[in-house]
């Protein structure tokens, strides 16, 4: 499965209204699980690899709207992974302390070490986002945060770090579905946030400030639009690319010190 | 399946010699497999019970020797849950600046916050382990820590933290067959490490260490030893503890503050 077209090239800005919400790969959902669950036992293998080499690291940043299925592709996709070769960060409101910082202090703090993956279920994107779109910042603000980002993620990834951003593309409809869900199921409750409903006002305000954070894509840190109204599409697609970038990667088993024939165990 | 067995009663020394390594509950690998899956599907669903409701944590802490399993547990049954409300922390030999502080320092940095799943791969109870049976600390600096211990583990179980502090019980023949199979599978080559041996030289000395750190065993932070020479049977074991304690806690699902019938969805 080719995933290039999903790719956001360097120094471009996109349109998000062109890019798909709700392809399908011409798959049907019952197929797309079955291809998904067979690049996810490839991916665990390679997890090993990466874990055993403890050269590399791979960063995955999350980013959507509300409903948009950040939790989801941790679930579906991360959950793959081998829990002990993984490191999660979700990213609230920060707190005074990290108020009393730059915006990058938090985040460095949760970059993976060698060996292993980390996940950002959101990120330091917020802070030329949510802010934005409610002028907690201004124009020009953002625009030295994009700056800030670009050389942030630029020491990462001369450091070793692998980064791919993916930006869950959903429609308006289904959004609105997805909420509406939530209202109607009772075990889906607790996941409901009235907020949620005020970001949905700010719909165009908010694909403007994504598309000013997606000019940050660069071959070392893409990003990738995901269509994202067919989750099990979204999860194929993702684990495709995770696969390609840890095969790109290619850890190996790193080399003994001793020799395994001249060791007796008593 | 009952598994009072494998507890540790609070206020007794307890001999590992009289615990079974091998037991298998008269089960065969396939059988006890499927009962996991079984047991591990009903996990997931109750965690997301603890996530949603975020008044209760649980802490899982792993000990054993080496090849006893850590990982594998971590792999196969903590694999089983929704990394989003995961935390898992793997304890290393300490750096400087750990080692500038009190042993529980960097163990507390790292407890479950409410709604989530800590995991400690080794934990705090190295610091009476590996130390004691190799004269960093002496014995009443070891009985000083285990008190030290349980008053931290009750500071955190006061704050809504259960905690299952799990010894992998293996034989060392079957130590023995996992370290060969190291040597001898050039995959698993870089999980062998040289100086395991040692600690296997002082198998009597970890046994008398751990008998002791066993004695901190109580209603709120019980200590289980689990039968560990087969694999398919300890993460039966710890899947069945996991599910009762889980279902104990019994965590609910929050009262929402909103009315779903009031909000139209524009």
Not at 17 to 31: F, I, R
Not at 94 to 111: G, K, S, T, V, Y
Not at 142 to 160: P, T
Not at 192 to 209: C, E, I, M, V, Y
Request: neutral net charge; proline residues 4%.
């Amino acid at each position: 499965m080719k995933t290039d077209a999903y790719r956001v090239k360097e120094g471009k800005k996109i349109k998000l209204a062109q890019w798909a919400t709700d392809e399908d790969g011409g798959l049907d959902e019952k197929d797309a699980k079955l291809l998904t669950k067979e690049l996810q036992d490839k991916l665990f293998d390679w997890q090993e690899r990466l874990y055993a080499e403890r050269q590399q690291s791979l960063l995955i940043v999350l980013q959507a709207r509300d409903a948009g299925g950040k939790d989801g592709v941790v679930k579906h996709v991360v959950g793959s992974f081998n829990p002990n070769g993984l490191h999660i960060s979700s990213f609230k409101v920060p707190n005074e302390e990290e108020l009393a910082h730059d915006f990058l202090w938090r985040i460095h703090a949760q970059a993976p070490g060698k060996g292993m993956i980390g996940v950002f279920n959101r990120s330091h994107y917020e802070d030329v986002l949510v802010t934005r779109v409610y002028d907690m910042i201004d124009g020009k603000t953002a625009k030295a945060r994009l700056q800030h980002i670009r050389h942030f993620e630029a020491l990462l990834s001369g450091n070793g770090t692998r980064i791919l951003k993916f930006y869950l593309h959903i429609s308006p409809d289904e959004q609105k579905q997805r909420l509406q869900d939530r209202l109607d199921e009772p075990g889906k409750h607790w996941k409901f946030n009235p907020g949620d409903l005020k970001d949905r006002d700010h719909w165009s305000q908010f694909t403007s400030a994504y598309q000013d954070a997606l000019t940050t894509s660069t071959s070392d840190a893409p990003w990738y639009v995901i269509p994202a109204d067919h989750k099990w599409y979204r999860d194929l697609v993702i684990s495709q690319i995770l696969l390609d970038t840890l095969m790109d990667m290619n850890p190996k088993y790193p080399k003994i010190t001793f020799d395994p024939a001249e060791i007796r165990i008593k």
